[in-house]
């Protein structure tokens, strides 16, 4: 099992940057695909990022493509997401989660974490 814990939420003018972490905890960070997921009210809580075990692999939902990054440090068991140049249509609760397999579909994903408000002003 790993235990997950998002940070770096907050308020932002449009245009502006955050950078989310997701803190893991437990076995074998390495094993597992991160992704990052974001729910805005009244919508589906869609996928905005994943990576690879080693990195060598991401994908990027087409509206984050080009303004966000995914990363991961396996040997300080986190994950982390840029944000740069956000929108005020960025706005959401934003969710770190893991898998095994590499992978977008949310059913996929086992562990979540609490998630972190991100708030876009125009």
């Known amino acids: 099992q790993v235990q997950l814990v998002e940070s770096g939420g907050g308020l932002v003018q449009a245009g502006g940057s955050l950078r989310l972490s997701c803190a893991a905890s437990g076995r074998a960070f390495g094993s597992y695909v991160m992704g990052w997921f974001r729910q805005a009210p009244g919508r589906e809580r869609d996928i905005v990022a994943s990576?690879?075990?080693?990195?060598?692999?991401?994908y990027y939902a087409d509206a984050v493509k080009g303004r966000f990054t995914i990363s991961r440090d396996n040997a300080n068991n986190t994950a982390y997401l840029q944000m740069n140049s956000l929108k005020p249509e960025d706005t959401a609760v934003y969710y770190c989660a893991a898998s095994k397999t590499l992978t977008t579909r949310i059913a996929d994903y086992a562990y979540w974490g609490q998630g972190t408000q991100v708030t876009v002003s125009s």
């Open positions: 990576v690879s075990w080693s990195s060598t692999r991401t």
